[in-house]
């Protein structure tokens, strides 16, 4: 019935949205509990602990870890999703995919390995890379 102020700050940092722009370049790491929509380029890893879409004109050079995904444009990286992945028509992917379901719709590439049905540990956020290996052992 009680939430402690953590939980508190947590479930309202997971409503927030975030939004890289078309035309902008990020250089580096973003971790986030909120939402994320990235359409600029991004050189750099990407975590949320929630919903992460990479539009159109989006160009992700790094990694992805996130509870959830839709991917319409172009990622060379490790794609790690706990939950649902989707990979839209116009999404190239160059790198391997690791999540628990997966959608591909018609045109969509991949080039690497896919692991389907793997269940991912907590992810963490402002830990550094303590907890690089998300997946459990089988």
Request: hydrophobic share 35%.
């Amino acid at each position: 019935m009680f939430k402690n102020k953590q939980e508190m700050n947590e479930t309202e940092m997971t409503n927030s949205t975030n939004t890289i722009g078309k035309g902008t370049v990020l250089t580096g790491d973003v971790e986030t509990f909120g939402n994320i929509r990235i359409e600029g380029k991004m050189i750099g890893n990407l975590k949320t602990k929630s919903k992460a879409v990479l539009g159109d004109s989006s160009q992700l050079d790094g990694n992805v870890v996130a509870q959830n995904a839709e991917i319409f444009g172009n990622v060379v990286g490790k794609v790690e999703v706990a939950e649902l992945l989707i990979l839209k028509a116009t999404a190239v992917i160059s790198g391997d995919i690791i999540t628990n379901k997966l959608v591909v719709e018609s045109g969509a590439t991949f080039n690497g390995g896919c692991k389907m049905g793997v269940s991912m540990k907590e992810i963490r956020i402002g830990e550094g890379k303590k907890d690089e290996p998300l997946r459990k052992a089988n």
